[in-house]
């Protein structure tokens, strides 16, 4: 049974930056996809990066691009997201998870943007 940590939200003004980590423990195979979802109040979850633990292929969500990198360190037990030029609408639950979705959902971690 994997286990999925998430760490790092908080509370940023609008143009800063935050780093999420997850931390990822349980058996896991060796070649997979894994990403980083968001849920706002009263919307669906939704993913809005991934990375393929084989090749490092990055795919993002339109309203992330070119703001938001997602990372895994050397021993794929720790997945990262970078955000940069973080906006209001960024404010959401951040919860990592395999694509499509294999675990049970970690507790999220909470970023607010707001000045």
């Known amino acids: 049974q994997v286990q999925l940590v998430e760490s790092g939200g908080g509370l940023v003004q609008p143009g800063g930056s935050l780093r999420l980590s997850c931390a990822v423990s349980g058996t896991i195979f060796s070649i997979y996809t894994m990403g980083w979802y968001r849920q706002a109040p009263g919307k669906q979850r939704e993913l809005v990066a991934t990375i393929t633990t084989t090749g490092g292929t990055r795919n993002y969500a339109d309203s992330v691009k070119g703001r938001f990198t997602i990372l895994t360190n050397n021993a794929k037990d720790i997945l990262l997201l970078q955000m940069n030029s973080l906006k209001p609408e960024d404010t959401a639950a951040y919860y990592c998870?395999?694509?499509?979705?294999?675990?049970?959902w970690g507790q999220g971690t909470q970023v607010t943007v707001s000045s």
């Open positions: 998870n395999f694509v499509p979705p294999k675990s049970s």
